[in-house]
C-alpha cells in the first residue's frame, strides 16, 4: 500500500496513477477494511468522472479546431524559409487538451502530418497573393497600353521623319566616287578643302601666265606657279594613301551605322505593329489565369481541411483510447464498490464510509449503472 498510496497522489494523466487508484481500494478490501476500500473507490470515481468531462471537453474543442490553431498560433506568420523539413513544433501550447497528447504530438507520424498542414496553408496564403497579384497585372497592362497610344503619334513621326532609303543612295554613291578616285588616282579629290581651293587657284593661273608673253618677269611668276604646283602635287601624293585608307575605313562605318540604322528602325516599326496582338495575347493569358489559380485555391482549401480533419481525427481517437480506458477504470470502481455493499447488505454491515450523495446505496443500481 505504501508506494500505492504515494503514487495515487500523482499525476493522473499518468495510466500508473489511474490504476493505483484501482489498486489501492482493492488492497483495502482484500484486507477486509470495506470502509477504507469504499471511500477510496468513491474517490476513484469522482477522479474518473471529473477527467473524462475535460477528456470530452477537450476533444468538442479539437472537433472545432482549438488544437491546431493553438499549436501553430506562435508560427502563423513564419516565413516560408522555415516550412518543409526544416521546421519543427519547439513548444507545445499549454491548454487542457495539448496536456492528454503529449506522446502524440511527439509521434512522428503527428509532427509530419502537422508540417503538411502548415506548408497548405502557406500554399493558401501564397495563392492568396497570386490571386491579388492577378489585379495588379490588369492595371500594368492598361497602363502600358495608355503610355502605347500616348507615345504612338511620336513614334509614327520619328520613323517618317528619316529617310533610310535616301541614306543608302547617298552611301553607295559616295563608294562609287571612292571607287573612282581609287581607279583614276585622284589624288587631288582626297585632299584637304584648303589644298584644293590652292589647287584650283594655281591650275586657273596657268592661262593667265600663258598671255604674258616672253616677258622675263613674266617667265619667273611661271616658274613660281609650276614650283608651288610641284610642291603642292608632292604633298597631295605623299598623303594619298594614308587618307585613301582613312575614307575606306569611314565609309565601313558608315555602312555599319547605316545597317544598324536599318535594323533599329525594323525593331521599332516591328515593336508598333506587334503590341497590339501582345496587348491582346497577354490580357487572354492573364484572363485564363484567374480560374486557373481559382481552382487551385478550391484545392488546396480542400487539401487543408483533408489534413486537418486527418491532425483533430488522430487527436480525437487518442483523447477517446484515454476516455475509454477510464471508462474502463470507473466499471471496475463501480464493480467493486457493489460488491462491497453486497457484502455489508449480507452482513448487514453498512458501509458508512461511502456518502449517500455522491455513491447510492443500492449496489443493484451501481450493478446495472456498470453495465
Known amino acids: 500500500l505504501a508506494p500505492w498510496l504515494e503514487l495515487r497522489s500523482r499525476n493522473l494523466l499518468d495510466s500508473a496513477v489511474q490504476e493505483s487508484l484501482l489498486a489501492v481500494p482493492y488492497a483495502f478490501a482484500q484486507l477486509g477494511a470495506d470502509k477504507q476500500a469504499a471511500d477510496h473507490y468513491v474517490d476513484a470515481i469522482e477522479a474518473f468522472n471529473t477527467e473524462m468531462a475535460r477528456l470530452t471537453s477537450s476533444i468538442d474543442a479539437i472537433s472545432h479546431g482549438a488544437l491546431i490553431t493553438e499549436l501553430l498560433g506562435q508560427h502563423a506568420d513564419a516565413s516560408s524559409d522555415s516550412s518543409g523539413w526544416y521546421w519543427r513544433l519547439d513548444r507545445i501550447p499549454d491548454t487542457i487538451e495539448s496536456r ?30 497570386w490571386a491579388q497579384s492577378l489585379g495588379a497585372f490588369d492595371d500594368i497592362l492598361d497602363t502600358r497600353q495608355r503610355a502605347y497610344e500616348q507615345r504612338l503619334p511620336n513614334i509614327n513621326g520619328n520613323l517618317t521623319s528619316v529617310d533610310l532609303d535616301a541614306l543608302a543612295a547617298k552611301r553607295v554613291e559616295l563608294e562609287s566616287r571612292l ?34 608673253g616672253a616677258d622675263p618677269s613674266a617667265a619667273e611668276l611661271r616658274d613660281k606657279q609650276r614650283f608651288l604646283k610641284g610642291l603642292l602635287i608632292w604633298d597631295l601624293r605623299r598623303d594619298y594613301k594614308a587618307r585613301l585608307w582613312a575614307e575606306k575605313k569611314s565609309l565601313g562605318e558608315l555602312n555599319r551605322q547605316l545597317r544598324e540604322a536599318q535594323r533599329r528602325h525594323h525593331e521599332v516599326m516591328s515593336a508598333r505593329d506587334d503590341w497590339p496582338k501582345k496587348f491582346a495575347a497577354l490580357s487572354a493569358r492573364v484572363g485564363g489565369l484567374k480560374p486557373r489559380v481559382a481552382g487551385m485555391q478550391a484545392e488546396a482549401q480542400a487539401a487543408l481541411t483533408r489534413q486537418q480533419d486527418f491532425l483533430q481525427g488522430l487527436a480525437i481517437d487518442e483523447l477517446k483510447a484515454q476516455r475509454d480506458r477510464l471508462n474502463t477504470y470507473m466499471l471496475q470502481a463501480r464493480f467493486a464498490l457493489a460488491s462491497i455493499y453486497d457484502r455489508a447488505a449480507a452482513n448487514n454491515e453498512p458501509a458508512e464510509a461511502a456518502p449517500a450523495a455522491k455513491v447510492p446505496a443500492d449496489s443493484r443500481v451501481l450493478a446495472e449503472g456498470a453495465k
Do not use: C
Open 179 to 212: 571607287q573612282e578616285i581609287e581607279r583614276s588616282d585622284d589624288v587631288v579629290a582626297l585632299g584637304t578643302p584648303k589644298e584644293q581651293q590652292t589647287w584650283r587657284k594655281l591650275t586657273a593661273m596657268e592661262p593667265v601666265l600663258a598671255k604674258l
Open 100 to 129: 492528454y497528447l503529449y506522446d502524440l504530438l511527439a509521434s512522428n507520424r503527428f509532427q509530419e502530418g502537422l508540417k503538411n498542414y502548415r506548408d497548405l496553408l502557406q500554399l493558401n496564403k501564397n495563392l492568396d497573393h
